[in-house]
C-alpha cells in the first residue's frame, strides 16, 4: 500500500486531494410524502380518485361495498357491524343495527339475499345471511367453526369462497375456503396463509385471487374444480411493498383491482397478475385517506367506488369515485 493509501487510512488527506464532504441524503416530491410510491409502481398509469359521498365525520372503518339488484350501493361498519345502504341519489340508511359480528365483506347471493363476513373480534367470526331489508338473519358458518371470515366471493354453482383472517407474519394460521352450495360443507383450498384478506374471481371463474395482508402477498390459483388447484395453478402473482393488500374486484376483462390498506390507493393487474395502473385518493400526500379497505364496481359501467376512511385524521370516512379499465362484471355473473 502506498503512502497515499496510508494516509487515507489514517484520515489523512495530503495537501491539494481533500475531496468535498459526501452529500448527504434528502427528501425529494417523490419520497417526502407519509406512504410514497415503490419506485417500481411509479411509472404505473395513475388516476386521482374524486369524493362522492361522505359516509361520516368519524373514522369508520368502511368494508365490503357491493352493488344489489336495484343499483343500490351496500357497504359495511366494521367496527360496529351496522350494514349501510346508499341509493343512487345518496340517501344512507342502515339496514343491519349494530351488533357483535362484526361485520365487513359483504356478497349478494342470485336469490337477493345479503351474506356478510363478519370476524368477531378475529377469534370467532362468523358468516350470517340476511333478507335485502335486513331481516331474518341466518348463520351460515357458526362461530363455533373457528374461522375469522373477512371477505367472500360466490361461483357460477352458487357456493362461495371466504378468507380467514387469522394468524400473524410468523404464524399461518388462515387461510382461503370454499363453502358448497348447500352450505354445508367447508373445503380448504389455499391453506396456511397470515391474516387472508380480500378475494375475488376471475369472469370466467377458473382464476382465484387471495390477498395475504399479514404477508404483503397476492395468490393467483387457477381452479380444476371448485376446490382443486391444478397441478402447476398455484402462484405468488405479487408482492406487495408497504402496508397492506386488502379486499379486490375483478372486471368483465378479467383484470384485478387491489385495495392497499395504509396506502391510500388502489393497485390494478392485469388477468395475468402484472401491475398495470393504479388509482390515487386525495389527500395521501398529507397523510389522509389512507385506509382504503375495498371498493366496488357499478353493474353495466365502468364506475368504481372505494371506501376508506381517516383515522383520526380529520376528514372522516368517504366514498371516492374513479373510472376503471372496464366495466363490471354482470351483477350475479358467478351464480
Known amino acids: 500500500m502506498g503512502l497515499a493509501g496510508l494516509a487515507a487510512l489514517a ?42 359521498f361522505k359516509v361520516s365525520d368519524d373514522g369508520l372503518p368502511l368494508e365490503g361495498p357491493a352493488f344489489d339488484r336495484a343499483g343500490k ?35 349478494l347471493h342470485k336469490d337477493g339475499r345479503i351474506f356478510a363476513a ?23 358458518v357458526p362461530p363455533e367453526a373457528g ?6 366471493v360466490f361461483d357460477a354453482h352458487g357456493g362461495f369462497y371466504f378468507t380467514d383472517f387469522r394468524g400473524r407474519s410468523t404464524e399461518p394460521q388462515g387461510g382461503a375456503y370454499y363453502v358448497s352450495p348447500d352450505l354445508r360443507t367447508i373445503t380448504p383450498v389455499l391453506p396456511h396463509l397470515a391474516m387472508a384478506n380480500g378475494v375475488a374471481l376471475s369472469p370466467g371463474g377458473k382464476t382465484l385471487w387471495v390477498t395475504e395482508f ?13 376446490t382443486t388447484p391444478t397441478p402447476f395453478g398455484t402462484a405468488v402473482a405479487y408482492h406487495f411493498t408497504g402496508p397492506a393488500p386488502d379486499s379486490m374486484r375483478a372486471d368483465a376483462d378479467g383484470n384485478l383491482y387491489v385495495a392497499l390498506y395504509g396506502q391510500g390507493r388502489v ?11 393504479q388509482v390515487l385518493l386525495p389527500g395521501r400526500d398529507e397523510g389522509h385517506n389512507l385506509r382504503s379497505t375495498s371498493m366496488a364496481l357499478h353493474p353495466g359501467t365502468d364506475d ?20 376503471a379499465f372496464a366495466k363490471a362484471l354482470p351483477l350475479y355473473s358467478h351464480q
Open 73 to 107: 350501493l351496500l357497504f359495511a361498519d366494521a367496527g360496529s357491524g351496522r350494514v349501510f345502504r346508499l341509493t343512487p341519489d345518496k340517501r344512507l340508511t342502515t339496514i343491519v343495527p349494530a351488533n357483535t359480528f362484526g361485520l365487513g365483506g359483504l356478497a
Open 118 to 140: 363478519g370476524t368477531g373480534g378475529f377469534r370467532r367470526g362468523s358468516i350470517v345471511a340476511i333478507q335485502p331489508d335486513g331481516s331474518d338473519l341466518h348463520t351460515i
Open 304 to 323: 368504481l367506488f372505494i371506501v376508506t376512511n381517516d383515522g383520526e385524521g380529520g376528514q372522516g370516512s368517504t366514498i371516492f369515485h374513479a373510472r
Open 267 to 277: 393497485l390494478v393487474f392485469s388477468r395475468h397478475g402484472i401491475p398495470i395502473g
Open 214 to 226: 399479514s404477508r404483503n402477498l397476492l395468490h393467483r390459483v387457477e381452479l380444476a374444480d371448485a
Open 11 to 52: 484520515g489523512v488527506v495530503p495537501d491539494g486531494a481533500r475531496a468535498e464532504a459526501p452529500r448527504p441524503l434528502a427528501y425529494d416530491d417523490l419520497i417526502r410524502g407519509p406512504v410514497p410510491i415503490p419506485p417500481a409502481e411509479r411509472g404505473l398509469q395513475s388516476v386521482m380518485a374524486e369524493p362522492w
Open 147 to 152: 374461522y375469522a371470515p373477512n371477505d367472500l
